[in-house]
């Protein structure tokens, strides 16, 4: 049994050092047959260690980006290894002469992996401000969801967190796909797994982020799909918006950003007539605020006399 397990770390071992290896490789370098290799390979795929064949003359190779280093344990997972050092004087005359320097070298290297992630997590965090509610006490310890989402996003693995929505709290799990920087904030867009659909959410919202030793595939279709209708929810309606910019806008304008690319057409006057399709209308009509008079709203009829309605109530105050 040692034996097999020793060879099954060592198979994972030389996948990942050398993607597309074969099985006649790993068993000359197990120094066993290519029967035992394959009857490893089904005991392996028991364990849900992602290794795939991928064809004839292909080979093996992780799929998705599973990696056993930096290990990819659990805190349980790492806790309960090290536990083996409790039972190793009464094992010890059943293993071979290498496993336990073996042993002691996955624990090091686990260490080492902790305590940088740690170091990258703290160097992270100094970058990213996400600020803090309005209510919230200075002393109040602050939620290092960001810097979480960002690991999770890097490796691609699953998290579940709790989010806050309506004044409500339920547990999300979530494959975040990216993270969308808002003036004032960040929103995370990712495949929830109990929707079965992208969604956007605000990552103040999201709480006790952890992330899950189970590691995702981005959908490219999906998110293609997600972004041409602005994150619109099955059913919501999509608003087709038309605005005319002035000429001191249009530079501006230009150098925008857009997760959906508009229509932009220059006009004979040097003015710009900007054409999308979207579901956000609030998001979209707070990023229209900025340009106050430099922008127009010409379509629909109803967000003009919505603009007219509010930069009236605004003379009210200010009169």
Not at 35 to 64: K, Q, V, W
Not at 155 to 167: F, R, V
Not at 257 to 280: A, H, K, N, Q, Y
Request: charged content about 25%; proline content about 4%; overall charge neutral.
């Amino acid at each position: 049994m040692t034996d097999r397990l020793i060879r099954l770390m060592r198979i994972i071992t030389l996948v990942q050092a050398k993607p597309g290896i074969l099985a006649r490789e790993l068993a000359e370098r197990c120094e066993t047959t290519e029967r035992t290799i394959y009857r490893d390979m089904e005991a392996l795929s028991a364990m849900h260690i992602p290794i795939a064949n991928m064809g004839h003359g292909r080979g093996y190779r992780f799929i998705s980006h599973f990696a056993m280093y930096p290990l990819n344990w659990s805190d349980e997972e790492a806790q309960a290894f090290v536990h083996l050092a409790e039972v190793m004087d009464d094992i010890r005359p059943l293993l071979k002469p290498a496993f336990e320097s073996a042993y002691e070298k996955v624990v090091a290297s686990n260490q080492k992996n902790k305590t940088e992630r740690v170091e990258w997590s703290e160097q992270i965090s100094g970058l990213f401000q996400i600020g803090m509610s309005a209510w919230q006490n200075d002393k109040e310890q602050r939620d290092n969801s960001l810097v979480t989402l960002l690991q999770a996003g890097i490796s691609q693995n699953t998290i579940e967190a709790e989010h806050l929505s309506q004044g409500t709290k339920k547990i999300v799990r979530l494959d975040p796909y990216g993270l969308i920087p808002r003036e004032y904030r960040f929103d995370l867009l990712a495949y929830c797994h109990f929707s079965e659909r992208l969604q956007i959410y605000e990552v103040g919202n999201l709480q006790k982020v952890r992330i899950l030793p189970r590691t995702f595939r981005k959908d490219d279709f999906l998110l293609q799909s997600h972004l041409r209708t602005m994150g619109a929810s099955q059913g919501q309606e999509r608003i087709a918006f038309k605005i005319r910019f002035s000429r001191d806008a249009v530079e501006h304008v230009m150098k925008q950003r857009f997760l959906v690319r508009p229509i932009l057409t220059m006009e004979p006057e040097g003015t710009l007539l900007l054409e999308t399709i979207l579901s956000d209308d609030h998001e979209f009509m707070g990023w229209l605020a900025q340009y106050g008079p430099e922008a127009e709203i010409l379509e629909p009829e109803a967000y003009r006399i919505m603009m007219k309605e509010r930069l009236e109530r605004w003379q009210q105050i200010y009169r």
